[in-house]
């Protein structure tokens, strides 16, 4: 019988064949798999997801032992080079490519989208000066979740299609206000003359001129960055937006969980990570001694490794090309020359060659945020701004999938069978009615 695996439970002497279908086993089909009836069946043990595939999705493509990378059947490298980041949007979330007439009126939409109410900006206001932008961030989002309560009918399309509008729209004016509120400098209003990222820079640091005038090579950089950044199959935030989205919870609670997700250092925080690591190395000459320190597990080399990429992550050759650019632009980061001695060094050392790390996303992008003027606290937040289209897109999917349900992972219990609660442990202040 072909397709089928055969597992011969030697507990019973039992034998079943459990179909295959697209190199994978329903785990629901172990469950029949039983030692007598009373019996619950058998259940698979998979912390952290390492061999689980928790959805069907059609949306990005990852091959990581051969470092490919795609949306929707295109390559990242062709994407990069050849569209905006709002076309890769339309993409991401539509399926296609949009036409010249689509994207124009895409466009438009998302532009329409780009302000947010008065008082979403005094409640950033509350925040602390030295707040850390990416709180804000999620805080600012799942805030928004109040303005729109329409947005709790997830099952209709036309209110969907609204709210990633309204998303996609609002992110980077939320990011741009979380940085201005850093700096203590006013907030400035978006630009809907200005293209995306062009707007987004607007945002940031116009001044006192009456119209901000964006350098196009930094807008082309950040759009590239974007593009980058859009989506990347089911990673930890993304896990986490449909986790949280498979409860029905409104897309902008749902975002706010994911940009959490994003925030940790080993995912979306890891950028951040990589400046402090450069500037506590130093100097290329200090660079052996902390490959040593990461070597005897004393710390990581931030920026490597993947779960899923056991090759050059794509996206990082991408951004190391973009990075000459903005070099051009704003000068080379001092940095660089640190972090390209660090991977000269760590791709010939057999620790990293054992292990299959190589330079993550995150490795390069940090020197580029710095060069052109980003503080890290920002980096993370840089990164939310494009992932906010991945994980909408993502978000859509599971809604329209017929096969999901509420996320609810099962346990294998190690807590104790059962005691009960001895007489010198009962409260003082309880009231026991039979005194
Ligand atoms: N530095 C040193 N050793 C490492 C590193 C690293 N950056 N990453 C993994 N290893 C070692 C790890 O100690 C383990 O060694 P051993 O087999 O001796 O125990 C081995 O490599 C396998 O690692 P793992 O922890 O089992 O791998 P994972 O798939 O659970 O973790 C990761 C993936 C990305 C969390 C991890 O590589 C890491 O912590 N990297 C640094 C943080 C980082 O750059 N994160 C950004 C990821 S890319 C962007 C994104 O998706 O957010």
Redesign the pocket.
Known sequence: MKDFLSILDKRTGKSYDVPISDGTIRAMDLRQIKTDPEDFGLMTYDP?F?NTASCRSAITFIDGDRGILRYRGYPIEELAEKCDFLQVAYLLLFGELPAEDQYKEWKDKITLHTMIHENLKKFMEGFRHDAHPMGMFVSTVAALSTFYPEAREVKNRQSRKLQIMRLIGKVPTIAAYAYRHSLGLPYVYPDNSLGYAENFLNMLWKMTEPKYTPNPVLARALDILFILHAD?EQ??STNAMRSVGSSQADPYLSLSAAASA?AG????G?NE??LRMLDEIGSVNSIPAFIEK?KS?EC????????VYKNY?PRARIIKKAAEDVFEVTGVNPKLEIAKELERIALNDEYFIK?K?YP????YSGIIYQAMGFHPEMFTVLFAIPRTVGWLAQWQELIEDPEQKIARPRQIFTGHEIRHVEREQEASNVVVAAR
């Open positions: 952290a390492t990347h990673n930890c994003l250092p080993l995912h979306g890891a990570e990589v990461v597990g990581k080399l931030m920026g490597f490794g993947h779960r992550d292990r790390l993550n996303v995150d490795f």
